[in-house]
């Protein structure tokens, strides 16, 4: 199995930065875990070098699983997540990725309802400034049986400067009938009336920007084992930004 | 302490103020009032730097020093509140925090010392107790669902927490029900009423006038001042009306 280097066709690479992608490949295999019928796994990936991370998890029977991502540094940074959520399981993830200079940075998941009952939900947070690229693909695949799929996707991204990108591709693939399936996506500015509003009781213009950045991300984090160090973590990139 | 003259300003191409000048001392009360459209939101945009609102000539020395050449938070630190005609709702910062990183931060700008959490939320329970307002109020996001009015109660709040110098207070009244128009006047009264300090009341009606006595009321028209006269001349105003006055 010696595959080649993906290129700009391939949909799961399209806005990947390719000349790292090839210097990277051949990647090693995808870190597999198979989380057993009623367990529970958690994972924290801070992506703070500039790597390529690839997961492949299997959530059993009612098992749950949470993961937290905070995809920050490099010149170019992947989080990369296949799930396969079997009966009654759950998984949740709440990324956030923050990226500024010429960075880019993406989050990849695909989320497959194998079987009936399973409940998924995606948070992703991004802040882009400069020229950097933040990129969301987020796909949930619904199997013809997997009846009664709960799965919910928020993505939003804010923009620090016009000359940033942010990329957001919600994809809802379902094959079942009594499903739901909610997603939505936002890309924004920092609203402007709102950092006078700050400014005008006293607060220094890099600081309103932050408590508003500090806004955004709020809450992704919020039950995770890591909550301080991630949130610590991302303050300090938000910091570099404004 | 605020002297404006012959202040001209465009927001965006179109000129507002063309040649307003007027005068606070310490220990005054002003309101300027006029028709929609006159510039008094301007105004107070203008005194406090919105991005967007040039000054094209004339000038606004506070306190001796030239107060166009600060930044907003600057204006701020420098003791000039601007009480907002629509406050702006802040989802995810929750009020206690805001206020406490902008108190710190104007003290810190004057080089004071910043106030500890637990001196903060006293001060703050103080002023948010004066002005009737609930401590789980100040606990959520900056005005997300709050009502029109408790919006303008916690402007006030905000203004008792910041103790400013200088109020200018645009349309503070509007969207408030009797009871709360008159917390908030006997909130301006308390907080505002000395003599080392001074108020800018922007507003429609004679109503908010009952309870917050003006020493000089000023019409704006059309970017001046047309008309200067003490409290007797809102109530010409309101009997009268502003067509009635500029004929």
Not at chain 2, 36 to 60: C, F, H, I, Q, W
Request: aromatic share 6%; hydrophobic share 40%.
């Amino acid at each position: 199995m010696n595959r080649s280097a993906p290129t700009r066709h391939d949909e799961a690479w399209r806005y990947s930065d390719i000349s790292a992608v090839e210097a990277a490949w051949p990647l090693a295999a995808p870190e597999s875990i198979i989380v057993p019928a009623g367990g529970h796994f958690a994972r924290t990936i801070l992506q703070d070098t500039g790597s390529i991370h690839q997961l492949d998890i299997a959530i059993g029977k009612g098992a749950t699983t949470a993961i937290h991502v905070l995809n920050i540094g490099g010149d170019y940074g992947r989080v990369e997540l296949n799930i396969t959520l079997h009966e009654g399981a759950d998984f949740k993830l709440g990324a956030v990725q923050i990226g500024g200079g010429t960075q880019n940075l993406e989050i990849v998941t695909t989320v497959t309802h194998a079987e009936p009952k399973a409940t998924s939900s995606q948070i992703v947070r991004s802040v882009l400034a400069g020229t950097a690229t933040g990129t969301y693909l987020g796909k949930v695949a619904v199997a013809r049986d997997a009846q009664l799929t709960d799965s919910v996707q928020s993505v939003k991204a804010m923009l620090l400067d016009r000359s940033a990108t942010a990329n957001a591709k919600p994809e809802l693939e379902i094959y079942a009938d009594d499903v739901k399936c909610a997603h939505g996506c936002a890309i924004g500015e920092l609203d402007a009336m709102g950092l006078f509003y700050l400014q005008a009781r006293g607060i220094a213009p890099a600081d309103a920007k932050k408590l508003m950045l500090q806004a955004f991300v709020a809450g992704v984090f919020e039950d995770a084992a890591d909550e301080e160090m991630l949130t610590d973590a991302a303050l300090k990139k938000l910091g570099e930004l404004v | 302490m605020l002297q404006i003259t012959n202040l001209h300003a465009n927001v965006g191409e179109k000129p507002i103020l063309k040649g307003l000048t007027l005068s606070l001392n310490a220990g005054e009360i002003h309101a300027i009032m006029g028709p929609n459209g006159a510039g008094k939101s301007t105004l107070g945009y203008v005194l406090s730097g919105r991005p967007g609102y040039e000054v094209t000539e004339g000038s606004v020395t506070f306190h001796g020093n030239d107060l166009l050449d600060l930044e907003p938070h600057e204006r701020a630190a420098a003791g000039l509140f601007l009480g907002f005609q629509y406050p702006v709702e802040i989802p995810g910062v929750s009020n206690v925090q805001f206020l406490r990183e902008a108190l710190n931060a104007q003290r810190k700008n004057r080089g004071e010392a910043p106030l500890s959490g637990a001196e903060f939320l006293k001060v703050a329970r103080e002023q948010a107790g004066a002005l009737g307002m609930d401590m789980d109020m100040l606990k959520r996001p900056v005005n997300v669902g709050f009502s029109g009015g408790e919006k303008k109660r916690n402007e006030m709040v905000q203004m008792g927490i910041i103790n400013p110098a200088l109020a200018i207070l645009d349309e503070t009244d509007s969207g408030l029900d009797i009871d709360a128009l008159r917390t908030v006047g006997d909130g301006i009264n308390r907080i505002m009423r000395k003599p080392d300090k001074a108020v800018l009341l922007i507003t429609h009606y004679q109503r908010l006038l009952d309870y917050v006595k003006p020493d000089f009321v000023h019409v704006l028209d059309n970017g001046r001042i047309t008309r200067t006269g003490g409290a007797e001349l809102a109530l010409e105003l309101e009997r009268d009306g502003y067509k009635e006055l500029a004929a």
